[in-house]
T-cell receptor, first 113, second 114 residues
């Protein structure tokens, strides 16, 4: 199993540009998550999904959109990039009950200039 | 709401020193508690977990005990190594329900010098 994979690893955007961060997991996990990690701030939940076709907002959803058309994929869309979205983005997945382990991808480092 | 508070960092130790990283939490209900580790340039990975009161999680020489009476789950290791240099996150999660989300602390950077 590859686990949770994310692409790209790095990206620089100009203000106002859009992009999609890709996330794929091959563990047949029903739950998937997007977090952002800012220096000294821990991880903040952006969006999550409990299964294909179901998504919900997390703590910091503004400026982002998600979709979950399949169990495997959970892309994160930035429509109008802003400098405040400069961060490291992590995708994670989990199977079943909440006291199981969340598996994280390697992250995407995004800079908006 | 649920929250996790970790001690301020960074922490620098010499190899073979004793490590304690404090973590306290506030939660409704009975959460599960986790320690995640992030090595440089990598994503987070689970270090250990404790899913109920008095539970002790352990892995790679690290231990943490779920203390319901003090709402804490401090991370300890008797003798740290240079390879333990990383960022450590405390997190709590709801035990059940459709909203299986983790709440993370801010993380603390540990540097171990030879």
């Amino acid at each position: 199993n590859a686990g949770v994979t994310q692409t790209p690893k790095f990206r620089i955007l100009k203000i106002g540009q859009s992009m999609t961060l890709q996330c794929t997991q091959d563990m047949n996990h029903n739950y998937m998550y997007w977090y952002r990690q800012d220096p000294g701030m821990g991880l903040k939940l952006i969006y999550y999904s409990v299964g294909a076709g179901i998504t919900d907002k997390g703590e910091v959803p503004n400026g982002y959109n998600v979709s979950r058309s399949t169990t495997e994929d959970f892309p994160l869309r930035l429509e109008l990039a802003a400098p405040s979205q400069t961060s490291v983005y992590f995708c994670a997945s989990l199977f079943g009950a909440s006291y199981n382990e969340q598996f994280f991808g390697p992250g995407t480092r995004l800079t908006v200039l | 709401g649920d929250s996790v508070t970790q001690m301020e960092g960074p922490v620098t130790l010499s190899e073979e020193a004793f490590l304690t990283i404090n973590c306290t939490y506030t939660a409704t209900g009975y959460p599960s508690l986790f320690w995640y580790v992030q090595y440089p340039g990598e994503g987070l990975q689970l270090l250990l977990k404790a899913t109920k009161a008095d539970d002790k999680g352990s892995n790679k020489g690290f231990e943490a005990t779920y203390r319901n009476e003090t709402t804490s789950v401090h991370l300890e290791k008797g003798s740290v190594q240079v390879s333990d240099s990383a960022v450590y996150f405390c997190a709590l999660g709801l035990r059940s329900g459709a909203n299986s989300k983790l709440t993370f602390g801010k993380g603390i950077t540990l540097s171990v010098r030879p």
